[in-house]
């Protein structure tokens, strides 16, 4: 690390076994150790081994002047420099992502038995090379301009390159606060923690960009909240996520350098995104910046299409929850369809439904437009009117990539002028007799052509058997069978085959998620952990899986199940 004068003493690269080596994570000074941010020659076992860095973050921008950690507002930066602070109670290891540890972060499994480990997902301990920091950032939030956000309760605590070369900012979310925390006292509790866990490793294997979840931690601390905005404040417990990501930046990143006028900072900002995220795009290009908003239109386009596929809401989208980089991230009040309702709002404090479901591929225009609004003081007039009119293909490139992603889910190949109708057809009818979103295809995946053309629906079939009660639905059976029909060079085998790979048995409903959360306010951890190995393969049949009810019918207690809006 190169001397800041800025930093603390104690920092430079000299005496960082002054801040941690005492406690463990930093090896004896003649020790053999991979440069910081650079990935071992294998997994690690121990900390020791491994390092992060966030020399790639501090160089290019100014960091906050103010070293003290209290809510102010800040300008004229990207980063304040500001510290985990620990939990003063026990600490227990809820589950840890094998995934993540072993095929990003480059950890051997073993590691999580270690205690360096706990103290470091738990903001304990700090890996050398790393300097923890928070984001400054703004947003729009349910349609009006917020003002100054940014990480309230989470430490970006370094960028590691694994073997694979690929660049990771790690995060920790309810670790303290910080200069952005306004009235909010830093942490997150287990109850969204297990949601956030569960919900992030769900959407990466089912395939849509996500951030990804390397560890869940509780302790003992008590945190209070007001789960439902309803004046009934009750204790809860904190804990936090290990958090991983290509990139945090997010809409809200340069929304608050255009607000505050910082044209110079949102510049330096947006070259430094544009030259990590976006190799395409080249630097010497001076339509460089209209190259990544038209890159961003298109891929927030398909991020959201693809929520769609699932029945996913995300419940808040504010343009500080929604990536640059088109992933997705901030799990908060979201949540799965179970019934399909075009007016589905996971977020009971969203009182106008402004994120209800069917609403999303609209808000995403409107966070779109404010990024735009945020580019514009760097764009030329000619280019300005072409942004303008990227921003207006939008609805197009929604629209195409939406058709192309049912028509997989219902095993159509080629092209049918009708194809549009037999989608709206069957979701109408969806609609109408409340049919179960996400096992009405996968049962489609596993119904023979044959039991559908005589209507002969296996009682397994459940949610198939409640479409069955719509007047239409023979007709919209017929049309179907129709058009599979026209499906040059297929079979029922290989269509109900090709289905099954894109429809989800298994999703992350929210009577299982409240259910795994239940049991883990009393210590028990093992449904965390069963879900989370059954969420990694979402399209086979477990018999785990099975054997918990993870496909049947929801259970009675689930119909009227709140989702938590504080977190």
């Known amino acids: ?54 020399d790639s973050l501090l160089d290019p921008f100014p960091v906050d002047v103010i070293q003290e950690n209290y809510v102010r507002n800040v300008r004229n930066c990207i980063f304040s420099v500001v510290y985990p602070t620990p939990f003063k109670s026990r600490v227990r290891l809820v589950a840890v992502s094998k995934e993540v540890l072993e095929n990003i972060l480059d950890l051997d499994i073993s590691v999580k038995g270690s205690s360096d480990f706990l103290e470091f997902i738990s903001g304990g301990k700090v890996i050398s090379g790393s300097v923890p920091l928070a984001h400054r950032y703004g947003g729009h939030q349910f349609g009006s301009w917020a003002g100054q956000l940014g990480d309230g309760r989470a430490h970006l605590i370094g960028v590691y390159t694994n073997r694979h070369g690929e660049r990771w900012e790690l995060q920790l979310k309810g670790s303290g606060k910080t200069p952005y925390s306004r009235n909010g006292d830093g942490r997150a509790v287990l109850r969204s923690s297990v949601r956030e866990f569960l919900c992030s490793e769900a959407m990466h294997y089912l395939g849509i960009p996500t951030s990804r979840a390397a560890s869940l931690v509780v302790s003992d601390d008590d945190v209070w909240r007001d789960q439902f905005y309803n004046g009934n404040i009750k204790k809860e417990r904190g804990a936090i996520v290990l958090r991983v990501a290509k990139s945090w930046f997010r809409i809200g990143s340069l929304e608050i350098l255009a607000h505050s ?74 949540g799965f369809m179970d019934s399909y309702d075009p007016n589905f709002v996971p977020n009971t404090s969203d009182d106008e439904r402004r994120y209800k479901i069917g609403n999303q591929a609209s808000v995403g225009l409107f966070n779109l437009s404010k990024l735009l609004q945020a580019l514009k003081p760097l764009l030329d007039p000619r280019q300005k009117q072409l942004a303008s009119q990227i921003l207006e293909g939008y609805g197009e490139h ?36 409340r049919a179960d979103f996400t096992m009405t295809f996968r049962e489609l995946s596993e119904i023979t052509a044959e039991q559908l053309k005589e209507l002969h629906v296996p009682e397994e079939f459940w949610a198939l058997q409640d479409l069955g009660k719509h007047k239409l639905f023979s007709e919209w059976v017929t049309m179907y069978l129709l058009r599979l029909n026209s499906n040059n060079g297929d079979s029922d085998a290989k269509r109900r085959t090709r289905m099954a790979t894109v429809n989800p048995r298994y999703i992350l409903r929210n009577w299982m998620a409240e259910s795994a959360v239940q049991k883990a306010n009393l210590n028990d951890f093992s449904e965390v952990q069963l879900l989370e190995q059954v969420l990694q393969h979402p399209f086979q049949r477990q018999e785990a899986a099975e054997r918990a009810g993870y496909s049947l019918r929801p259970p009675a207690w689930a119909k009227n199940l709140k989702v938590s809006c504080s977190s």
Request: hydrophobic letters at 40%; aromatic letters at 12%; proline letters at 6%.
């Open 1 to 54: 690390m190169r001397w800041r004068p800025w930093l603390p003493a104690c920092l430079a690269w000299g005496c960082v076994a002054a801040l941690c080596g005492s406690r463990g994570l930093c090896p004896a000074p003649n020790a053999s150790r991979p440069e910081p941010g650079q990935c071992p020659p294998r997994r690690a076992a121990e900390l020791c081994a491994w390092a992060l860095s966030s």
């Open 261 to 334: 006028g910082e044209l110079d900072l949102l510049r330096r900002l947006l070259d430094f995104i544009i030259q990590e995220h976006f190799p395409s795009i080249a630097m010497n290009d001076s339509n460089r910046y209209l190259e990544f908003f038209s890159t961003v239109v298109s891929e927030t386009a398909n991020l959201v299409s693809l929520w769609m596929s699932v029945g996913f809401a995300h419940g808040v989208c504010n343009t500080d929850n929604f990536s640059l980089l088109s992933i997705t991230i901030d799990y908060g009040p979201f």
């Open 398 to 433: 929604y629209h195409s990539r939406f058709t192309e992603l049912f028509k997989t889910k219902l095993g159509l190949l080629g092209e049918n002028e009708n194809d549009n109708y037999l989608i709206a057809f069957l979701l109408k009818i969806m609609e109408d007799t």
